[in-house]
């Protein structure tokens, strides 16, 4: 299972605000269609031009990154979401529902996170684990039970952070204030998944090497 990107930097000894927030230019592709959007709304309040001009932006950073033959993963990433929210908003002919699916998407994020500590399966425990070389089920180690209660905190967490930006986005978008839905969506995305991953990182920083040399010993008895 890849590492997601909010636990990218858990083991390391610093944390780097530029990768966790993808480099400058990994903002400018998360942020920019939105950006457009808003702008190019705001100005014209005609919903055709404003889709083209936010589907062009997405579909441009794909382009150069071919082009220059880097890495699509990101600006895939950015161009899917785009594309869906303007299906949603053209199919309908209504602006906020560009906005819908990454409500969508935060909700089943929220649940999904809240859902794996309930069940005794903590996202984030899941991710850190096979990151330090901890043996599976290292969760019912009593040794371990420190860890693991602090790994069930961040995973609540992250379903807070997904949850919050539901709260704030969801009344704007059943009030159909689309200026306002792009400018939440902003402010509360590349920001609060950064701040995410700073608390991810300062929450398991203390257990890191402790975990590393613990698996280290481990293997030297085996």
């Known amino acids: 299972m890849p590492t997601p990107r909010w636990m990218d930097q858990a083991t390391s000894e610093d944390f780097s605000w530029s ?5 400058t230019r990994g903002v ?4 920019a269609p939105g950006l457009v959007f808003v702008i190019v709304f705001v100005a014209t309040r005609a919903l055709v031009p404003t889709l083209v001009a936010a589907s062009c932006v997405a579909l441009l950073a794909c382009v150069l990154r071919l082009v220059q033959r880097q890495g699509l993963q990101q600006a895939l990433s950015g161009l899917f979401g785009v594309a869906i929210g303007v299906i949603f908003a053209a199919a309908t002919g209504r602006g906020e529902n560009y906005f819908a699916w990454g409500i969508a998407t ?8 809240a859902l794996s500590v309930l069940l005794r399966r903590g996202l984030v425990a899941q991710f850190y684990g096979p990151l330090t070389g901890l043996a599976k089920g290292w969760q019912s180690d009593p040794a ?3 860890l693991a209660r602090r790994c069930n905190l961040l ?12 709260a704030v986005q969801a009344p704007l978008w059943l009030g159909g ?15 609060l998944f950064a701040l995410g991953a700073w608390a991810t990182w300062w929450g398991l920083r203390g257990y890191s090497s402790s975990s590393e040399d613990a698996s280290d010993s481990g293997e030297a008895t085996n």
Not at 19 to 23: I, K, V, W, Y
Not at 28 to 31: D, G, K, L, N, Y
């Open 155 to 166: 995973t609540w967490m992250w379903a807070g952070i997904f949850a919050v930006r539901v």
């Open 144 to 146: 371990r039970a420190d």
């Open 106 to 113: 935060n909700v089943a994020m929220a649940l999904a996170f």
């Open 28 to 31: 400018i592709e998360a942020t």
């Open 19 to 23: 990768d966790a927030l993808g480099g």
């Open 177 to 191: 204030q689309v200026a306002a839905l792009g400018i939440a969506k902003l402010a509360l995305g590349l920001p």
